[in-house]
């Protein structure tokens, strides 16, 4: 296993960090750095998105033809890495990342030639049509339905959980199209314009946020909404392999460059907080506690290296992709802890008001410990989507350990 980088691969990662440096504005920074979910205002989004897209580097995964790089597995992990670990707004996930590989794989021409470039040119904003009220860990159980209705379907029923729905221009969504045999065996894949009659959306309010335009989580109800048939992605009743194809792509993320990057900001709070009459940097007990999470997220590091190395010699991944979603969700979350920790009593205030760009409101404290509970709280979903890490340990027994 070769995991040393190459003369050519440090002048790239140079490359990346100078963009980074001239292009990710102050302006950006300061947002990302107030951002408890991730997720800013929509316009900071599309712009970001538009100057990686003219620089070539919006989609690092995609194949040339559709208009990726061509970067070789290691470029597309030093890439990851360095945006992780600088703090970029990372591109929104759900066109680029997960419905985007889907069209290419079981698109037709027609699908492909109309939902590409504009996924690429962050031209439109998707959303992901997934998990139900009582439908979220077993999908299978869904019951948002369609019926075929001469060239269209009439789809009815809802989603829930479903991030910025309230900015989305499509949903990709599984709907149940027949109830005989096997679950898995009558659930269809489809695209659905926002705008169609029949849908609304409804705001979850979440405790750390308010019902304003920008807050995360939404349920997406469907009333007697007429879709074209020529939206639907493969074949009628075999989305459960769609889905599948779909959510190995949202499982399988980099997360060495964001953990590294929250360890670092851990060490130096801790250089600027005390505890007992000195710095909390040297106290013993949280010193041990950093070091566990600096060696775990090392140990994070090598196995994405051994998988990039196994990709790179054209070997498939298999079920490591399940082992990183668990370790380095589960990591995203003690860092989190261990942030609120540092903070002490500073993280305890919530004011939205402080969050919001261009605020004129005190906070409570350093800027560092602005966001430090509210991300916490939110970092709590990091071990269930895509897949929660108990359903990630069933894969792992199965595949690896043969139990």
Not at 104 to 127: H, R, S, Y
Not at 129 to 158: F, H, K, M, W
Not at 352 to 358: E, I, K, M
């Amino acid at each position: 296993m070769d995991i040393e980088y190459t003369v050519e691969e440090e002048a790239f990662r140079a490359e990346v960090k100078t963009f980074i440096a001239e292009n990710h504005t102050a302006e950006i920074r300061a947002r990302t750095a107030k951002s408890l979910t991730g997720y800013i205002n929509k316009e900071t989004h599309v712009a970001w998105q538009k100057a990686l897209h003219k620089k070539g580097w919006i989609a690092p995964n995609w194949p040339v033809e559709y208009g990726g790089p061509g970067w070789s597995a290691t470029q597309k992990y030093i890439y990851e890495t360095e945006m992780q670990k600088a703090g970029c707004l990372r591109p929104v996930a759900f066109g680029l990342k997960m419905v985007a590989p889907v069209i290419m794989e079981f698109g037709t021409p027609e699908q492909k030639a109309q939902f590409l470039p504009d996924i690429l040119e962050t031209n439109v904003w998707w959303c992901q049509g997934y998990s139900e009220p009582g439908s979220g860990s077993d999908l299978a159980s869904l019951q948002c339905r369609a019926v075929p209705d001469g060239d269209d379907y009439i789809v009815n029923g809802s989603k829930i959980w479903t991030t910025m729905a309230q900015r989305a221009d499509w949903i990709f969504c599984l709907v149940r199209t027949s109830s005989e045999g096997k679950r898995q065996e009558g659930i269809t894949f489809l695209l659905i314009p926002m705008t169609t009659p029949g849908i609304s959306v409804k705001a979850i309010v979440l405790l750390d946020q308010t019902d304003d335009p920008d807050q995360e989580v939404n349920q997406v109800f469907f009333d007697d909404v007429r879709v074209p048939q020529a939206n639907r992605i493969g074949d009628e009743n075999a989305g459960w392999t769609v889905a599948k194809y779909l959510l190995e792509f949202e499982r399988g993320n980099a997360y060495a460059g964001a953990l590294q990057g929250g360890v670092a900001r851990v060490r130096e709070i801790a250089k600027q907080e005390h505890a007992d009459g000195g710095r909390l940097i040297d106290d013993p007990a949280f010193a041990a506690k950093l070091a566990q999470c600096e060696v775990t997220v090392e140990a994070i590091q090598y196995t994405e290296l051994r998988t990039l190395s196994a990709l790179s010699a054209g070997q498939r991944v298999g079920a490591e992709s399940s082992i990183l979603k668990c370790q380095g969700s589960s990591m995203t979350q003690e860092i989190g802890e261990l942030t609120v920790e540092a903070n002490a009593y500073y993280a305890s205030p919530f004011d939205r008001g402080v969050l919001d760009a261009g605020a004129n409101v005190a906070p409570i404290g350093p800027d560092y410990s602005i966001a430090a509970a509210g991300r916490y709280f939110n970092q709590r979903k990091a071990t269930i989507y895509g897949g929660s890490n108990e359903v990630q340990h069933e894969i792992v027994a199965k595949r690896i350990l043969g139990m």
